[in-house]
């Protein structure tokens, strides 16, 4: 498997395009979802670990309720945004562009 490379500021403003929702907080890939509750917030987390882990690449994230909070960085790339990180995003949005939320 060949080793993820940061992006540079150029190609992280352009993927930044890409993926709607997110921002870079503290040198991560970030963005918080709000569900309507408790049990569809586990459920999107739950999808997005089935495809983490296929990936074998996993966010840093954390749940209150209704509310997803996700970082993401790669860590065997000194903690810096990679591709893969990009690629996950794409996938994190899929799945809650797929997500029916009951207050929409």
């Known amino acids: 498997m060949t080793k993820a490379q940061a992006l540079s500021e150029q190609e992280l403003s352009s993927a930044l395009q890409t993926i709607d929702g997110w921002s870079?907080?503290?040198g991560?890939?970030?963005?918080?979802?709000t569900f309507d509750n408790f049990v569809q917030a586990f459920g999107f987390m739950t999808q997005i670990a089935l495809v983490a882990e296929v990936m074998d690449h996993h966010p840093e994230w954390?749940?209150?309720y209704n509310r997803v909070t996700i970082d993401l960085i790669t860590h065997s790339a000194d903690n810096t945004i990679?591709?893969?990180d990009i690629k996950l995003a794409h996938k994190i949005d899929q799945i809650d562009q797929a997500t029916l939320r009951l207050s929409s």
């Open 82 to 84: 990679t591709t893969l």
């Open 28 to 33: 991560k890939l970030h963005r918080t979802l």
């Open 62 to 64: 954390y749940n209150v």
């Open 24 to 26: 870079v907080v503290d």
